[in-house]
């Protein structure tokens, strides 16, 4: 198998063509990519477990190859990917295209392409009877709040399973990642009263009242730039806070009775989550009595949408070491970003992460992965197969 040249095997290249043509976008199922898994899994004689969301129409896959008493290491990736409309592809999104030593495709980076290439090299992980099990983890829902996943590290921790380590393939140009921040999503919406334009002094207006909360999130967000202890091992070394979306409104000669907004926290380790939370609410109280002197029924709801905490692992820890010597790279530090990293690592599962591509090409229009980073990634899980590649932990099981 070729995984010394400039491209990767044929077998890696067509799954990762498989997989990208699968659409699937965070808002619909991905059960068409999972059920082919299971499908293709079980032709080689492996058995997978889905566990699936409230409609049915997603699901995680959980499988493991190999058996014996030491436990396993968890290669991880999320199925889902974010929408392509309103961007100027040069391409189809969904079908792979290479061009000057590039792969194009939306999830070609972010991450079909560390999926695929575990998936491709399953049969040989299978024929080399390797001292430990080897385990696949998908998701759904990653790009919505690490939402899928929660379920499947729920489904093992009843099940009893607690395997060594996991590698989330998140793309970090195979460099091991050992930190990443938090990541919180919240929403609020804000109930007034309707009123004429010509007497606004009769209604609440919502929107209005939903950007002082607004403003005030934003004057957090200065506080903790301009207050909280820096480390500089992260893009941006301090908790940052944003309100990305807003709705409210029916037009502009009427109060608007409804305003609903949302908005996220990127926390570095340490930061209390739920204090910061309660703070905005804190302030949103004060502003009630002013409401409900017009309006006796106005109210301010909040809703905690996703929560990911923070991954923090130490460089001298098994499963970085690990990483590093599989990828030839030193562990890289931290960034920004959010990955379903920091749940297994509450979960009890020493994690780290390391993947092709760069984060800097995710979410983007033309989203791409460069050949070379898939060679490396070809060559990283196939020295997964030596002997001498094994956590300590599982050394000593």
Same mark, same amino acid.
């Given at each position: 198998m070729n995984t010394t040249g400039s491209t990767p095997s044929a077998d890696v290249m067509a799954m990762i063509e498989r997989l990208i043509a699968f659409q699937t976008v965070s808002r619909d199922s991905n059960l068409g990519l999972i059920e082919w898994t299971r499908d293709y899994l079980a032709g080689l004689g492996v058995k997978s477990r889905l566990t699936y969301d409230a409609s049915g129409k997603k699901a995680n896959l959980f499988a493991t190859l190999g058996e014996g008493p030491k436990p396993g290491l968890i290669l991880s990736g999320h199925t889902d990917v974010v929408p392509v409309e309103g961007q100027a592809w040069d391409?189809?999104?969904?079908? +792979? $295209?290479?061009?000057?030593?590039?792969?194009?495709?939306?999830?070609?980076?972010?991450?079909?392409?560390y999926i695929a290439t575990a998936l491709a090299l399953a049969p040989q992980f299978l024929a080399a009877n390797m001292a430990a099990p080897l385990h696949f983890a998908l998701s759904y829902d990653e790009e919505v709040g690490c939402i899928g996943?929660?379920?499947?590290?729920?489904?093992?921790q009843?099940?009893?399973?607690?395997?060594?380590?996991?590698?989330?393939?998140e793309p970090t140009t195979m460099q091991p990642i050992i930190a990443h921040k938090g990541t919180h999503r919240f929403r609020c919406c804000v109930r007034g009263r309707e009123a004429h334009s010509s007497y606004t002094t009769m209604g609440v207006n919502a929107i209005e009242y939903a950007a002082r909360i607004i403003v005030y999130i934003?004057?957090?967000?200065?506080?903790? +730039?301009?207050?909280? $202890?820096?480390?500089?091992?992260?893009?941006?070394?301090? =908790? =940052?806070?944003? =309100?990305?979306l807003v709705q409210g409104g029916l037009a502009a000669n009427i109060v608007p009775k409804d305003c609903k907004f949302d908005f996220e926290a990127r926390t570095m380790p340490g930061i209390d989550v739920e204090r910061l939370y309660r703070e905005i609410q804190d302030f949103a109280a004060t502003l009630l009595p002013e409401m409900q002197k017009v309006e006796p029924n106005a109210a301010i709801d909040f809703e905690w949408l996703a929560s990911a905490p923070g991954l923090n692992m130490q460089e001298s820890d098994a499963v970085v070491q690990l990483a590093a010597a599989l990828a030839r790279n030193k562990p890289n530090g931290a960034v920004s970003y959010g990955t379903e990293a920091g749940l297994f690592q509450r979960a009890g599962i020493p994690t780290v992460i390391?993947?092709?591509?760069?984060i800097e090409q995710a979410h983007r229009p033309n989203e791409f992965v460069a050949l070379e980073q898939l060679v490396q990634c070809e060559a990283f899980m196939l020295?997964?197969?030596?002997?001498?590649?094994?956590?300590?932990a599982a050394k000593q099981a």
């Open positions: 391409s189809d999104p969904f079908k +792979a $295209t290479i061009k000057d030593g590039l792969l194009y495709g939306r999830g070609s980076a972010d991450m079909k392409s996943v929660q379920g499947l590290i729920k489904d093992l009843e099940l009893g399973l607690k395997p060594a380590a996991c590698i989330v393939g934003r004057q957090m967000a200065d506080r903790f +730039a301009q207050l909280e $202890t820096r480390d500089y091992g992260f893009t941006v070394p301090y =908790t =940052t806070m944003q =309100t990305g390391c993947g092709p591509g760069s020295r997964l197969m030596d002997p001498e590649m094994q956590l300590p």
